[in-house]
T-cell receptor
Framework: DVKVTQSSRYLVKRTGEKVFLECVQDMDHENMFWYRQDPGLGLRLIYFSYDVKMKEKGDIPEGYSVSREKKERFSLILESASTNQTSMYLC????????????FGDGTRLSIL | DQQVKQNSPSLSVQEGRISILNCDYTNSMFDYFLWYKKYPAEGPTFLISISSIKDKNEDGRFTVFLNKSAKHLSLHIVPSQPGDSAVYFCAAPLTGNQFYFGTGTSLTVIP
């Protein structure tokens, strides 16, 4: 069965901290994605990666960076956390190729105080 | 700019009746659409999809209809069950891998 695991379900950090969100998938998927979900805004793409060490900006990359050193792991980094980055963060993966469904983790609820 | 729109934030339906969730899109380049279902404290799960070469796709109690001229798709759930209570997102991929999601519709099925 498909499995995308996010390292934390809930996380509380302080303004200015560097924050790491980790995501691991066990399906040998080429593509991995980071979204944030906010009320009334749906899911918005932050970054995605279609291969190891490759990354592409999504719709809202400002204030974030990513790292993909291994195929199964995709990390989202908040360089200097701010209160407007309080949100639900969702990681997803998919096979390469057009229109492949994305498989999601259960999300990390991040609060920046 | 929201390329995929779900204009109804919520919907309540009696158990056994039909649920109809709507989605509109603006980009005529979209040629494939998906519906996802999301329970609280879980990630979205893929439910059903449709290619633009079809106008209907059915999977059990779930049917998706596509009206390309109106740039509109809908998800029908018949009969609705309490376990269908969730948030439903429509989505469309562009350039193969980058998906655009709607804002979601929260469905409540009343027993």
């Amino acid at each position: 069965d498909v499995k995308v695991t996010q390292s934390s379900r809930y996380l509380v950090k302080r303004t200015g901290e560097k924050v790491f969100l980790e995501c691991v998938q066990d399906m040998d998927h080429e593509n991995m994605f980071w979204y944030r979900q906010d009320p009334g805004l749906g899911l918005r793409l932050i970054y995605f990666s279609y291969d190891v060490k490759m990354k592409e900006k999504g719709d809202i990359p400002e204030g974030y960076s990513v790292s993909r050193e291994k195929k199964e792991r995709f990390s989202l980094i908040l360089e200097s956390a701010s209160t407007n980055q309080t949100s639900m963060y969702l990681c997803a993966s998919s096979l390469r190729g057009s229109n492949q469904p994305q498989h999601f983790g259960d999300g990390t609820r991040l609060s920046i105080l | 700019d929201q390329q995929v729109k779900q204009n109804s934030p919520s919907l309540s339906v009696q158990e056994g009746r039909i649920s109809i969730l709507n989605c509109d899109y603006t980009n005529s380049m979209f040629d494939y659409f998906l519906w996802y279902k999301k329970y609280p404290a879980e990630g979205p799960t893929f439910l059903i999809s449709i290619s633009s070469i079809k106008d209907k796709n059915e999977d059990g109690r779930f049917t998706v209809f596509l009206n390309k001229s109106a740039k509109h798709l809908s998800l029908h759930i018949v009969p609705s069950q309490p376990g269908d209570s969730a948030v439903y997102f429509c989505a469309a991929p562009l350039t193969g891998n980058q998906f655009y999601f709607g804002t979601g519709t929260s469905l409540t099925v009343i027993p």
